[in-house]
């Protein structure tokens, strides 16, 4: 199951506004799922939970955002969920809470687990009752198991035992943990809130705050601090000594695997992710598109809204003229009706409207971040061809997709993607387009701040940094560190 | 933490329809549970569960019931749930559904575990994580551990560690399994639809159908076969001959220990529990109270609904007249919005009305099945005599209930009963009644068929059938029949 | 068009709770109407209305009746309807508001008018604009109309105007009008709830209130004062001095038209209308009926709930025992989802169920208030019968319904009631059971207090007291007092 | 009471349609009203109504679509509302039912009315009753009056009693009237969706439509014929010949008084509008002021989405690069929940993200379409300078918005209008922005197509082109030829 997920959550030293603060982040971040969304909180003594299906307003309602305003004075997590149809059962809407022998706890989950169905058959084994067909469920019953309950900390037991990508946040009744996997693989930022008085060496009036954006922190009005490092534990508390400790679960992995394609598609363009803007990273990306995939035409245009960073990047290395030929209607959402047969036309003109008067005899440049399955890009482009243009040359801000993501973003199995087992001309050709063209790998990564090899590619290129076919459910100190070594 | 809860459960060997049996089934036994409502059911393939909080309606929509009755062709269980304020979080309506090494398994339990808390801890040591707050979730910790995988019979080894009382359904893919503790303390009956040609000697069609009461085997026109003995675990599946097979998993406890409060206020008018009818009975206890205490008076009044079964007997055996002089609001239901403490007498009104022609300067025998905490009682009262009757003499149609239920009747703890630590005159005195007279438990149990040692009468007399202040969590087929021995 | 509605208004001097009182008002009277609901109310300066479909808390929902207690300082009226299906419109739910030359002017009318569409065909020929289907909306045309505004008492000249039964509540900014029609067709009366220092020569506090039926004066703690006359209005103002006034529009009709159906059927049994208490007079029709209609039985048997004071009555008259063999299901609402044809039947035994144990083989006296269409009697005697009873002799508390009613009641036409154009051999036959009887006239009019003159029959014996076919549309003192005259 | 509206209707030659098309066709233009939404349609016999407030999917959800889809065989008409507080009660969304003496008529109106208020008063003095506080209403009172009633087209005699901005739908049982006002303040156009067999001399199959923009057509396939002239009546029926009618109720005024806020703000981009694209308008205004008010700076930013097509415009005349450095949260919508005192911030700031990265002490010219109040715009400049930017260059392209609308825009009384009484300097120093430059009048006037006389600029120049100030109630063709002769 390959999961888009968001989480966010925040710890307040002294007023009891730890379940506001988790509802606006996740409004800040409901781009990373729509699936589903929930909300943990503590008041110190007992942990509660709230989820359900839909966008985050339609799960946190304004009783329950002011039920947990009040309650969660001592913590609280949120999550938004986006899944493929195989996994998006209500029982899969995070955070999960479960009680242990160790009390309670909520989690909540950005990333994937490789080895999470390994666990699972163990786990039922040994008698286990699984209440979910999550990957993320099994982090609580390693938890919970008396192996890792007898360790000297048994979360960072736990961790040890996750193979894949894992952005973590437990929330305890006196706590939030805060974890990432030791390849770095999704983003986890922490924040802090200046209290009233909160100059150097006082008392810690503020908050704490982690989440996987930076675009989180800003609408909390949080300074971003610095991101959560790969195979660290961050624990915030206003029980301890400044409301924050560190520590490390796992060396961190060396090079990082981060998900490139945060920045080409995933987050939000006013976040800054593995250390560099993602707006100013697409423009990037649209130049050095432009550079390697020049063509003739009268227009740049955008498609709306993915495309059009690139597409300003790619007007200005270009010199060609930006027009906003393609506008995308706000208002239809999920509820639009189906209408019949006949009218299904008409569902896709809604979602777009081509403006004819500029495109008419015109030969656009159209630039877009990605291609997944192809088949709304195709219906798109009909509707552009139907508008008049002239010539149609597709520009592609990132490499073909040509292989399956296990570390948490929703690509399609291999047969789904319609760049996989078919060349360019072959999606051009299905495309309906005069010209194609993609970025190149090498033109990705130069965009890119960190060294090239300190990102995760697998989905252009098929390198997967980690053994995804014989994942195992060992402690996984050693067999990490052979893999960083084997490097 | 004490429930009421009912359950019902049908398995179809020909028609996709036990989803729909199953509602009217859970619509039929409405009275028995308020708070929560839910349905499993099974195609042969996959179980899955609805559940959610209100009547049944509320949670079984329309698009739910259509939905299960299409899915549900393999059999379907459901579950109505009732539950004192600290257990009614929207996690524990039933039934449970949870994933084992076995596969899949779902629960409808009415009853209550005295064990459940013992086997929680245990599981808790051994690193099982709990989704609920309800003593039902430790029967699946139960079936799931490798201790009663390995036995022959899983189900049956899982039902000799639970003490207390329960009449169980669990729906696996393939059937059903019902069960009902040793001492038979809560109703479980059997019921059969016929089928098109259900001859003798020939292959079943039709189907098997097991309730709570009888009223739900009238309404889903299946006719009542037997009970469900104590001891016994009945399985349902069309995959076996004839569609139906017994065994034990204990011998029946001797003597039972029927809820003889089933009688007196839980069970519908209509059906028949522990072998005789309801309404007869209540009938009946109203005769002995007017032979037991008999008042001079103008009229007989029934209190509506609890009573009126009562009232009819007594106004039959004393000669005195009924009259219907206390009118229910039938459209007052738990929407009802709190006016403010001004209007707060509005509320109690709404609810009942009392014919002030009828009872003014009357002399009046208020007749009621039983009196738990006293104060709706007093408010009545209160009422009553407000619209202008010169005395109010009140018969209750069992004893004084002084004692917590553990088996499954949502008794308020020791403290809250008002009867517990009191005399009558005491209770006469808050009440502020003229005159107050109790059934004695000899007249009580002299109505019912079955031997006086047969039923359980702990509420009114204290003594417990089993040992509920030390619970083990062994397995339960040695102590057991000491138990009976001892008897 | 005909209509089942209620309407409750109240005034209050100095708290602003006449929403509220409102409120509870319509849940009193609930049973008057259940297919819509609706609220108006006034803060001095506008009037606001609030309506929908539904039971009243359906309509009013808790946001809906806080605002309303805040905002309608200076009055309050509300109304719930139930009516044949072509007139279900959701515009047709009252009270109408509209604004015309004198302001705002809010409307509730229990009852029908005769001439309404006489009075409609004029006024669209005038010009004016209708909103709804409803007869109601044409008073406030009429009200509207230069004719009445140039006269001295535009509400009374406009009360002349109409013919057939009316109870209406008008809502002014300032003030309530109630007004009742010169016959006395339906209920309508005042009560009063005490204000703190409510003594002899205060000046008033409290608060004035009108309603249909008393039921709703004892659920807002208010004292019955007096009926609102025939041919009255009553104003209720915190601007007059004592907060009330009266005058006329019309004499009184004499005799007057009381329905007598209010007493069979219509109003709660804890009401007192046209001067007797419901209880007692149905507990009366059932003596009556045992008078006439003896028979050799085992029990007498209610048809819940309807037939149970006529069952009380008849029982003690021939002294044949009380059983009660039918019990209802109290949660069968409007909500109970329609099974397939084949589970036809499990919806009829949902809402009924015969307690067998009793009625095998017994010879039954079935008492019921009356019979309308005669299916849903026919669908329940089936159902007795096949619990197996021996002999089922059916009874009925009322003459056979053979006319339509013009006055208020949802009578179907002449071809859908029963008994038109059958005698009662004929019904017999149809509804299947071994006798059947029904009260006569004489015996029915024998129960009322008042002279047999006073009552409306005409649905029993098809004796209109006006002119139901030849409307006019003139102002009707004088033809009224013709038709008083001519009697 | 000054209302955005928005409406389009259809009716269908040969298939049951108009309902899905309506509905097609109002979420094409909910950005021209998201308070209300309505639509009401004919099967030949009766027409019905359905409205609610919100937007087009919360009104008009799946049930009611099937149902006008299966329902509004002869004809639909749809509106969507937007008005200021005052006027956003319920009972104002359209369209508007109303029965009179010639039948049913539905309406929806866009635009306008300058003497509704004047025929209010005149039709209350007559004894007519109003439903709503909208305009719209004495439209209906008018067509229902003998005066026009006795008319040879009682609809134009109608029209040309109303003075202001109306493009008007009427839909009767058989057909529907669209009408536009003599001087084409709002824009109302045609369009056919072409038949299977929709050849030359044929029968018509197919459907005629009319919408306020062009998009709507777009987006049922429909093809645009022509706009609805000004003073001409549009007649679309199954019954005449063709399907389509014309006929003038006046002449056109001359010269026109397009709205030429359509194409600064109103319109969508992708419609045609008064016989150009509004998009390409929008660019040239942008690039009309890079000319008048050049700047020295860093980068155009566009004010998201109002903003970009100007700001497109303006970085192409201007050489400055284009960088999108806001960038809108496309989630929160009307569900926000407002946060305490202390988090109002944070509910600007999910609005809005500004790239810190990208804005950073650099000179930025920010370009939006217009400034109305002025908060908001402050708000967000506060925003984009505490993200760093060194300087802030605000250019506007319209010119100062200094006289309210009374034709159809919402723009609030004069004191509330940021511009009016004050200079530019003023308002410059009022947002706190280096510079700030309007495009001159001449300029916009400059950027359209049809001679600048034809366009009304009352809400910058104050130059009605009708007397709003002394509105009669008049039949209006003398007066309304005089103002022509006067120009």
Chains 1, 2, 3, 4 share one sequence.
């Not at 015109?362 to 088949?375: A, C, H, N, W």
């Amino acid at each position: 199951m390959w999961t888009r997920t968001e989480q966010v959550g925040g710890s307040n030293g002294h007023a009891p506004t730890a379940g506001m603060l988790t509802y606006l982040g996740l409004y800040a971040q409901q781009h990373r799922g729509q699936e589903a969304a929930g909300i943990a909180g503590s008041d110190g003594r007992v942990v509660r939970v709230h989820t359900g299906t839909g966008l985050v307003p339609d799960v946190l309602t304004e009783s329950v955002v002011r039920d947990y305003d009040k309650f969660a004075t001592h913590g609280a997590i949120g999550h938004t969920r986006y899944s493929t149809a195989g996994g998006s059962l209500a029982c899969n809407a995070q955070p999960f809470l479960e009680s242990y022998v160790g009390g309670q706890v909520a989690i909540a989950h950005n990333g994937n687990l490789v080895n999470a169905d390994a666990l699972r058959k163990d786990f039922e084994r040994r008698g286990h009752l699984f209440h979910t067909t999550s990957d993320t469920e099994c982090v609580i019953h390693l938890l919970a198991s008396p192996e890792q309950q007898s360790s000297v900390d048994p979360v960072a037991a736990t961790l040890r035992h996750l193979q894949g990508a894992f952005s973590l946040l437990l929330l305890f009744k006196d706590r939030i943990e805060a974890a990432r996997d030791p390849w770095g693989w999704r983003p986890l930022v922490l924040g802090r809130i200046p209290g009233e008085h909160d100059a150097p060496g006082d008392a810690p009036g503020g908050a704490w705050v982690v989440a996987s954006e930076t675009v989180a922190l800003d609408v909390v009005g949080a300074t971003f601090v610095r991101e959560v490092e790969p195979g660290e534990i961050v624990t915030l508390s206003h029980t301890i000594p400044g409301g924050i400790a560190s520590r490390r679960f796992a060396p961190a992995a060396m090079p990082a695997a981060h998900c490139v394609f945060e920045h080409v598609y995933f987050a939000h363009p006013a976040s800054k992710v593995f250390g560099q803007n993602v707006q100013v990273t697409r423009e990037r990306l649209g130049e050095r598109l432009a550079a390697e995939s020049p063509v003739q035409a009268d227009f740049v245009v955008p498609m709306p809204d993915s495309g059009r960073s690139a597409a300003v990047g790619y007007a200005r290395a270009s010199g060609i003229q930006l027009r906003e030929a393609i506008v995308p209607n706000r208002y239809v959402g999920r509820t639009f009706i189906r209408p019949t047969q006949a009218q299904r036309q008409a569902a896709v003109r809604l979602k777009l409207n081509v403006v004819g008067d500029i495109v008419r005899g015109k030969r656009l440049i159209i630039v877009d971040d990605s291609i997944v399955r192809g088949t709304t890009t195709k219906a798109k482009i009909e509707q552009i061809r139907q508008a008049g243009a002239s010539e149609i040359h597709l520009r592609i801000s990132c490499p073909p997709i040509r292989h399956p993501c296990f570390f948490g973003v929703d690509f399609a199995t291999r047969d789904q993607l319609i760049a996989a087992g078919k060349t360019v001309e072959q999606v051009r050709a299905f495309l309906g387009v005069d010209s194609l063209a993609y970025l190149s790998l090498e033109g990705l990564l130069s965009c890119m701040d960190r060294a090239p090899g300190q990102y995760c590619t697998a989905c252009f290129s098929g390198d997967y940094r980690i053994d995804v076919e014989h994942p195992t459910t060992d402690e996984v100190v050693t067999p990490q560190q052979r893999i960083f070594e084997a490097r």
